[in-house]
């Protein structure tokens, strides 16, 4: 029984007794007996009601209280009309909408972290009170070739990984670089965090392999670059000059022209293929920054044109020059350029079969200067054109 329910007994117990008295008392008189049994009545009534308005704010904090604990905070308290229930349900209301909104932002701020761990590229192991893994993130499944299904719960000691030792030595604060899986390499840092007023640790592991590997690719890209630029220019002034020797052949004894033309052929032959090597490489990487120089295009165009006089003439194709105005000094990477016009200049050597001709054009449109090479050969097939 309740404290209001005792009081309501005793209040009625109190006025049963009175009523009794009056009875004995007022009996010959029932004009006073009527009087008194009503007031008794009233008085019964009225502090029945007081003992109820006493007890509705001690209602509604009990109310409150199971509304907490069964992590309600969306209901809350009408205003009564009375002056000092309705403070205290004034208090409980803002306190309620507190509650609610710190717990939306604590579940906005979980989804959060949980959606940058599922997406960092680093690892991240935490742990529970006692030193036991509580979660792994999908990026420490895959760097450490574990399943989370088979390591929550467990300790470091007892997971069976030669790198689990490295991460069980790792003290708050410490960083250190472990090996895992053959050559990759990870670097480890220990760390705390607070949850419920109590630390709890964590690990992050971050990638180092793809870091190192970067920077090797990165200074192999250069090294080839320089390796290719040198070796296609060497290669191709060098083609240039053994198919002009071949032209010398007849003029050797007869008996001294197969050996010699073989010997070319085996050069060449050669070199091709070393300027193949090389340029398998070279195209897979960009091509280094232009060294930019004041450099006429009209000479870059003629030096490749002479470079390559030998399978101009073996094809009887015609160089027909359209300079509709010199273009003067250009700043440009000559070596770069020089590549270019070898290339679109051989380009067009090869499409043309026989008796062909190629236009060197170069002019100002909107002030815009250009250079055009121009041949009529058989294009690209429509089988290829896609």
Not at 78 to 84: F, H, K, L, N, T
Not at 131 to 151: T, W
Not at 237 to 248: G, I
Not at 305 to 327: A, Y
Request: a negative charge; charged letters at 30%.
């Amino acid at each position: 029984m309740n404290l209001r329910s005792k009081l309501i007994l005793y209040f009625a117990i109190i006025h049963l007794i009175f009523a009794v008295i009056s009875y004995f008392l007022f009996s010959e008189n029932p004009y006073w007996l009527f009087a008194i049994e009503v007031f008794f009545l009233i008085s019964l009534g009225t502090g029945i009601t007081l003992i109820r308005s006493i007890f509705k704010p001690f209602q509604m904090i009990d109310a409150g209280t199971e509304l907490i604990k069964e992590r309600d905070f969306t209901s809350k308290f009408r205003i009564s009309g009375s002056e000092g229930i309705d403070r205290l349900v004034d208090t409980y209301n803002q306190m309620i909408d507190q509650l609610r909104e710190e717990r939306l932002k604590l579940q906005e701020k979980n989804y959060f972290i949980e959606k940058v761990l599922d997406a960092s590229p680093s690892a991240v192991i935490t742990f529970d009170f006692d030193d036991r893994i509580h979660s792994i993130n999908p990026a420490g499944e895959k760097i450490l070739d574990l399943n989370q299904f088979e390591i929550i719960g467990k300790k470091l000691s007892e997971i069976d990984r030669q790198y689990a030792r490295g991460l069980e030595s790792l003290e708050i604060g410490d960083s250190k670089v472990i090996q895992v899986n053959g050559n990759r390499k990870l670097k480890c840092w220990k760390a705390e965090f607070l949850d419920k007023g109590f630390k709890r640790s964590f690990i992050l592991l971050e990638e180092l392999t793809e870091e190192l590997r970067q920077t090797e690719k990165n200074a192999y890209e250069k090294l080839i670059r320089i390796m290719a630029h040198e070796v296609n220019n060497s290669i191709g002034a060098a083609n240039s000059l053994l198919h002009s020797c071949m032209n010398y052949k007849n003029q050797l004894r007869e008996e001294d022209r197969g050996d010699f033309e073989r010997a070319l052929n085996v050069v060449i032959s050669r070199t091709d293929h070393l300027n193949n090597f090389m340029k398998s490489f070279a195209d897979v990487i960009r091509l280094p920054n232009p060294d930019r120089t004041p450099a006429d295009v009209y000479e870059l165009l003629d030096n490749t044109v002479q470079l390559m006089r030998t399978q101009i003439k073996e094809k009887n194709i015609t160089i027909d020059w359209d300079i509709s105005m010199k273009l003067g000094l250009i700043n440009l990477d000559k070596s770069q350029m020089e590549q270019v016009f070898v290339n679109l200049i051989k380009n067009s050597v090869e499409a043309i079969k026989k008796d062909g001709k190629i236009t060197l054009r170069t002019g100002i449109i909107n002030n815009i200067r250009f250079a055009e090479i121009e041949d009529n050969g058989t294009g690209i097939p429509p089988e290829v054109m896609e």
